[in-house]
């Protein structure tokens, strides 16, 4: 199987959608998201850091901070999807 690059994630802001979509590919966008704001929720530190920076629970663009959080706590999609499945 192909690895999916996901470097376009480390520059700029990007619609909350598509970060979602990358994390949970096999979805619609409307579950996607909602797959991916219950996913953060869970995690207590996740969501705390993103919260520090300005993440809100209505947020639909993310900024380069959020996502240098996103990946901090669950790494780039590849490699969170990849530690899902074990």
Same mark, same amino acid.
């Given at each position: =199987?192909? #690895? +999916?690059?996901?470097?376009?994630?480390?520059?700029?802001?990007?619609?909350? &959608?598509?970060?979602?979509?990358?994390?949970?590919?096999? =979805?619609?966008? &409307? !579950?996607? +998201?909602? !797959?991916?704001?219950?996913?953060?929720? #869970?995690?207590?530190?996740?969501?705390?850091?993103?919260?520090? +920076?300005?993440?809100?629970?209505?947020?639909?663009?993310?900024?380069?901070?959020?996502?240098? +959080?996103?990946?901090?706590?669950?790494?780039?999609?590849?490699?969170?999807?990849?530690? =899902?499945?074990?």
């Amino acid at each position: =199987m192909k #690895e +999916v690059n996901f470097d376009w994630l480390l520059q700029g802001c990007h619609p909350l &959608s598509e970060v979602a979509q990358a994390y949970y590919p096999c =979805m619609h966008n &409307s !579950s996607a +998201v909602r !797959s991916f704001r219950k996913h953060v929720k #869970e995690i207590a530190d996740l969501y705390a850091g993103l919260l520090e +920076v300005g993440y809100t629970d209505q947020i639909t663009i993310l900024t380069p901070l959020q996502i240098a +959080v996103l990946i901090r706590h669950l790494g780039l999609p590849n490699q969170a999807r990849r530690e =899902m499945e074990q």
